[in-house]
T-cell receptor
């Protein structure tokens, strides 16, 4: 069973602080990794994608990938109350149908003003 | 990114009835669409992979006779929840995505079975 693990939280940070979200995955063959943000009652929206080891920065967001450790993280700098949401880590794996995204349970982030 | 439209956004139905959910790709010809289910405070669970012109591939534990999937064209996939029961109440979401890339999600359908 291919798994993606995240701490459910809640992770609480003050406005302006750095929020650090972590994720581990079990399928060593996975090559594509994604972070989605989901507001309550809404569908997920893509925040970041990362495919190579190292860091990838996009505005206030930085994704980090370490395939040897099967670990991927998301850093949110200068956190804002509007960042309060559930963040889902997703890993693209191979199954009998071809490929599929496997999601973690998500980490709930709360940014206080 | 691709635009995916899902309909209806929410539906309430009586136990024992069937409900059809539509997922349309508005600007992308999707040979493959995915159907997920999400219970409160849980993650998205892949139910099935919908393939245009062929039978869907269901994940382990998902009843194919209960969750009927039809992908008759490159822009439309439907999920029919047959003989719905309260335990089927959930948030159903479809997505499309090219192999190896991110998924683009529909708005989701909140199903409540009473």
């Amino acid at each position: 069973q291919k798994e993606v693990e995240q701490n459910s939280g809640p992770l609480s940070v003050p406005e302006g602080a750095i929020a650090s979200l972590n994720c581990t995955y079990s399928d060593r063959g996975s090559q594509s990794f994604f972070w989605y943000r989901q507001y309550s009652g809404k569908s997920p929206e893509l925040i970041m994608s990362i495919y190579s080891n190292g860091d990838k920065e996009d505005g206030r967001f930085t994704a980090q990938l370490n395939k040897a450790s099967q670990y991927v993280s998301l850093l949110i700098r200068d956190s804002q109350p509007s960042d309060s949401a559930t963040y889902l880590c997703a890993v693209l794996t191979f199954n009998q149908a071809g490929t599929a995204l496997i999601f973690g349970k998500g980490t709930t982030l709360s940014v206080s003003s | 990114g691709a635009v995916v439209s899902q309909h209806p956004s929410w539906v309430i139905c009586k136990s024992g009835t069937s409900v059809k959910i539509e997922c349309r790709s508005l600007d992308f010809q999707a040979t493959t669409m995915f159907w997920y289910r999400q219970f409160p405070k849980q993650s998205l669970m892949l139910m099935a992979t919908s393939n245009e012109g062929s039978k869907a591939t269901y994940e382990q534990g998902v009843e194919k006779d209960k969750f009927l999937i039809n992908h008759a064209s490159l822009t439309l996939s439907t999920l029919t929840v047959t003989s719905a029961h309260p335990e089927d109440s959930s948030f159903y979401i479809c997505s499309i995505g090219e192999m190896g890339t991110e998924a683009f999600f529909g708005q989701g359908t909140r199903l409540t079975v009473v």
